[in-house]
């Protein structure tokens, strides 16, 4: 008797599902490290900004102010972009855990279930080979009942 999982064809749509969600992870949390990086490099840019020192012309004034106010828009930008993509990151986190520990539910139960199997056929082996001896020893007791010399 041949083992056969009847749901291994769920099981294999759960492990499709699985690495789905894994490669969901994997492109959230690449996404993440980016906006990581950009969000520093925009912070770096902001903390580089010169502030000029004494009198100032309007216009220089006013280019200082509006360089700064783009640095900092930027900056307040990228932070956004890391929380997004951080909770994107974290939702596909959520979705991979789940698909993983659906799978690891099923595999649990062909595992169990490929115990039985086993446990079942050496069962019946075991029944196999007592049905053998206790016919060997049954018709071994009948030779030794039949006279000798008289034919069987």
Do not use: C
């Amino acid at each position: 008797m041949r083992y056969r999982f009847r749901l291994e064809v769920v099981l294999r749509l759960r492990r499709a599902e699985e690495e789905r969600a894994k490669e969901a992870l994997m492109t959230a949390n690449r996404r993440l490290r980016q906006a990581l990086a950009a969000r520093d490099v925009a912070t770096d840019r902001y903390r580089a900004l010169s502030v000029t020192l004494g009198p100032l012309s309007r216009a220089t004034l006013d280019a200082e102010r509006a360089r700064a106010s783009l640095a900092a828009e930027s900056q307040h930008l990228a932070q956004r972009a890391v929380a997004s993509a951080a909770a994107a990151a974290a939702l596909a986190q959520i979705e991979w855990t789940r698909a993983a520990r659906e799978v690891a539910v099923l595999e649990r139960l062909d595992a169990r279930r490929q115990a039985e199997h086993a446990e079942l056929v050496q069962r019946e082996e075991a029944a196999v080979i007592d049905d053998i001896v206790a016919l060997r020893f049954a018709s071994g007791r009948v030779a030794d009942a039949w006279p000798t010399g008289v034919p069987a």
